[in-house]
T-cell receptor, first 117, second 116 residues
Framework: DTEVTQTPKHLVMGMTNKKSLKCEQHMGHRAMYWYKQKAKKPPELMFV???????INESVPSRFSPECPNSSLLNLHLHALQPEDSALYLCASSQVRTSGRAINEQFFGPGTRLTVL | AQKITQTQPGMFVQEKEAVTLDCTYD???????LFWYKQPSSGEMIFLIYQGSYDEQNATEGRYSLNFQKARKSANLVISASQLGDSAMYFCAMREGLYGGFKTIFGAGTRLFVKA
């Protein structure tokens, strides 16, 4: 299995709703990432988990709450979002290399297109 | 600070011809990795090719090759024999450090259009 899956594919939510995005991989990767991508822009890193521990938080507002319940799953909990949070949210995973030729490419999921009304 | 520059917002190429997508980078690190990703309209980012800063030979993966010129800090992607399915957004990206680094920054991207 060489894919990253994300659910849902599309999500429309109001500013008072609480929702969650889910990401799953079964490649044995121990690093997982959340990116936000606005239209016609490159992805922007939000969070990185390494061995199920939060490794990087790129000063993301607290209305986004990540969770890594196990080595295969990554969630992004959403609460009280703003319309400007509408974007494509991409999940990715990679090996964690500490020696050898560290290609360390990230495998991306298809993304969740989020619309906040 | 790291920076990736892709100066071509859009490129056109005739089917079956080769095309070069430009990428320049800036970093003060000696160890770094350079990546190219393809993003079709469906949204998924697809890894294409990797070049490590200490790799002496240019990377190749099928129809993709990376023209790595370290002194010029450029890492251009060459696609040979373009196909209609190559129409997509292409991102150049860099990760500082060769081992265990997680932070990858992306260039603004180049939209490639392949004409029949």
């Amino acid at each position: 299995d060489t894919e990253v899956t994300q659910t849902p594919k599309h999500l429309v939510m109001g500013m008072t709703n609480k929702k969650s995005l889910k990401c799953e991989q079964h490649m044995g990767h121990r690093a997982m990432y959340w990116y936000k991508q606005k239209a016609k822009k490159p992805p922007e890193l939000m969070f990185v988990y390494s061995y199920e521990k939060l490794s990087i938080n790129e000063s993301v507002p607290s209305r986004f709450s990540p969770e890594c319940p196990n080595s295969s799953l990554l969630n992004l909990h959403l609460h009280a979002l703003q319309p400007e949070d509408s974007a494509l949210y991409l999940c990715a995973s990679s090996q964690v290399r500490t020696s050898g030729r560290a290609i360390n490419e990230q495998f991306f999921g298809p993304g969740t297109r989020l619309t906040v009304l | 600070a790291q920076k990736i520059t892709q100066t071509q917002p859009g490129m056109f190429v005739q089917e079956k011809e080769a095309v070069t997508l430009d990428c320049t980078y800036d970093t003060s690190d000696q160890s770094y990795g350079l990546f190219w990703y393809k993003q079709p309209s469906s949204g998924e980012m697809i890894f294409l090719i990797y070049q490590g800063s200490y790799d002496e030979q240019n990377a190749t993966e099928g129809r993709y090759s990376l023209n790595f010129q370290k002194a010029r800090k450029s890492a251009n992607l060459v696609i040979s024999a373009s196909q209609l399915g190559d129409s997509a957004m292409y991102f150049c990206a860099m990760r500082e450090g060769l081992y265990g680094g997680f932070k990858t920054i992306f260039g603004a991207g180049t939209r490639l259009f392949v004409k029949a």
